[in-house]
T-cell receptor, first 110, second 115 residues
């Protein structure tokens, strides 16, 4: 079964902490997405990557294709980072559809 | 650009009624996706269009659901007849495809409640 597993499901951090969210998947992929969903419900694409590492501001996403694993890191976390972070993959040879993880709910306390 | 536009933002309807959700993708994007999000199942793809042609509709739950994309700037998702289990947030997303997919941009979603 093609699955996308995220950990942890819930994460509470203090402002300023370094945060890591993990995503693992079961078969070959052509791309992996990290999405952010705020309490209001809107979804924003943070990263799309197929190898290596990408950085945008305080966010860093890495992927290890051999280990079928990706991580999303947040440096110097802030309460405004509180959101649900969702990992999604596009399987190799798929027509384009994404398969989503269940999400990680992050709460950053001031 | 205004981003992906969805309407209505909220819809409350009674069981058995027809519901039509609308989406306007980002200008220049040639791929459009309809997703459904529920607490139990998370985000799921319903259907995906490329150049206005349905490519993968394997996620459409049953015959009560239908989607169309008559042109590059408009798509609809219709549920007829609606049932309480259809209550969810429905997202539309668009992307550019040129031999490979680029990032997807999501609309604000339509929150559907079927009573």
């Amino acid at each position: 079964k093609n699955e996308v597993e995220q950990s942890p499901q819930n994460l509470t951090a203090q402002e300023g902490e370094f945060i890591t969210i993990n995503c693992s998947y079961s078969v070959g992929i052509s791309a992996l997405h990290w999405l952010q969903q705020h309490p209001g419900g809107g979804i924003v694409s943070l990263f799309m990557l197929s190898s290596g590492k990408k950085k945008h501001g305080r966010l860093i996403a890495t992927i290890n294709i051999q280990e079928k694993h990706s991580s999303l890191h947040i440096t110097a976390s802030h309460p405004r980072d509180s959101a649900v972070y969702i990992c999604a993959v596009r399987w190799e040879g798929s027509q384009g559809n994404l398969i989503f993880g269940k999400g990680t709910k992050l709460s950053v306390k001031p | 650009d205004a981003g992906v536009i969805q309407s209505p933002r909220h819809e409350v309807t009674e069981m058995g009624q027809e519901v039509t959700l609308r989406c306007k993708p980002i200008s220049g994007h040639n791929s459009l996706f309809w997703y459904r999000q529920t607490m139990m199942r998370g985000l799921e793809l319903l259907i995906y269009f490329n150049n206005n042609v349905p490519i993968d509709d394997s996620g459409m739950p049953e015959d009560r659901f239908s989607a169309k994309m008559p042109n590059a700037s408009f798509s609809t998702l219709k549920i007829q007849p609606s049932e309480p289990r259809d209550s969810a947030v429905y997202f539309c997303a668009s992307s550019l495809y040129r031999g490979r997919f680029y990032e997807q941009y999501f609309g604000p979603g339509t929150r559907l409640t079927v009573t």
